[in-house]
């Protein structure tokens, strides 16, 4: 599953996740008709996060991570796991 996938996999909203054994309220935000998302990670109970902003244009998709390697959002967005 590509990373637009795993985003887009998340509710619209509020949601919950667990990533490496530890729970994060998830808040996504669709703008621009779904052409721009906002992620936003909050570790429950620590003080871990994940931040990103995901742009699709006509040409790419681009990943824009806030402050923070590229490397730990693709892994946050690969291995979280959805709470039903």
């Given at each position: ?80 796991k959805l709470i039903k």
């Amino acid at each position: 599953m590509g990373l637009l996938q795993k985003i887009r996999a998340l509710a619209v909203g509020y949601s919950k996740v667990v990533y490496q054994e530890k729970k994060y309220a998830v808040t996504r935000s669709d703008f621009n008709n779904g052409k721009s998302i906002k992620l936003v990670a909050e570790e429950l109970g620590g003080s871990d996060f994940i931040s990103l902003n995901y742009y699709i244009t006509t040409s790419k998709e681009i990943l824009k991570p806030c402050e923070m390697p590229v490397v730990k959002v693709t892994d946050f967005l690969n291995n979280y796991k959805l709470i039903k």
